[in-house]
């Protein structure tokens, strides 16, 4: 009987990865609307399951824009998982968003933030955490993604 129970957890489980990252195009005849799935996630199970991980580690803001961005700019993934142990050194309790930024005066400029979530009355300790993040890693991981993924604080 347990084993039917975590097959019915991973079933809606995987239910849920496929009905919340799936990009669907609308064919249009007559009044009808004809779906046409096409799921990134499921295509590449090492991609599905970095994402599954991204999503444990932050709190990701406009989850679809995100999920599409990615598949456009996959060289990031890695980066963004492996920046959650190393902001940790530094802000080991601190919230981390994950959410992706449209230039409002031009739509084609969007890239990705990961906000590290601070308390407004610790800005100077914030600002000394973040510089040693910054050249103790960040720095050099972010050669080549930099235009794409930026790393900031956000004071609430």
Request: one cysteine or more.
């Amino acid at each position: 009987m347990a084993l039917k129970n975590q097959e019915k957890h991973n079933l809606l489980k995987t239910s849920f990865l496929v009905h919340t990252f799936v990009k669907h195009k609308k064919l249009c005849t007559d009044d009808w609307f004809q779906h046409t799935e096409n799921n990134w996630l499921t295509e590449d199970s090492k991609q599905s399951y970095k994402f599954s991980r991204i999503s444990k580690f932050y709190t990701i803001e406009n989850i679809l824009d995100v999920n599409r961005f990615l598949q456009n700019h996959s060289n990031l993934i890695d980066v963004i998982l492996e920046a959650y142990p190393q902001i940790r050194k530094y802000f080991p309790t601190e919230k981390l968003r994950l959410k992706l930024y449209v230039d409002p005066e031009s739509s084609q400029w969007e890239y990705l933030i990961i906000s590290i979530c601070v308390s407004p009355e610790s800005v100077d300790e914030a600002l000394n955490k973040q510089n040693e993040f910054d050249e103790n890693w960040w720095i050099n991981a972010s050669l080549g993604v930099a235009v794409n993924l930026s790393i900031d604080l956000e004071f609430e």
